[in-house]
Nanobody
Framework: QVQLVESGGGLVQPGGSLRLSCVGS????????MAWYRQAPGKQREFVAV???????NYADSVKGRFTISRDNTKNTVYLQMNSLKPEDTAVYYC??????WGKGTLVTVSS
């Protein structure tokens, strides 16, 4: 069983930046595809970004050019660098391993 713990959420003004982190347990972290999803109030959870075990990346169209996903297998950690944040990015952000294991989420609020 993989345990995932997200951090780094908070309140930020439009146009600002945040970096989310997700630390995973276990010695086989490096073999997992790691992804970020988000769920805004009243909406379904949606895909944000993924980084494969081979470090290939893919992004939702809504965040391309603004968000960057990366990983550090030596620290069992995946990151989501979020720049040029918009109010519509407000959501609870969840980390996922192989789209099967989930963290409890971290809240990002973009508001002036």
């Amino acid at each position: 069983q993989v345990q995932l713990v997200e951090s780094g959420g908070g309140l930020v003004q439009p146009g600002g930046s945040l970096r989310l982190s997700c630390v995973g347990s276990g010695r086989i972290f490096s073999i997992y595809d790691m992804a970020w999803y988000r769920q805004a109030p009243g909406k379904q959870r949606e895909f944000v970004a993924v980084i494969t075990s081979g470090s290939n990346t893919n992004y939702a169209d809504s965040v391309k050019g603004r968000f960057t996903i990366s990983r550090d297998n030596t620290k069992n950690t995946v990151y989501l660098q979020m720049n040029s944040l918009k109010p519509e990015d407000t959501a609870v952000y969840y980390c996922s391993a192989n789209h099967l294991h989930w963290g409890k989420g971290t809240l990002v609020t973009v508001s002036s």
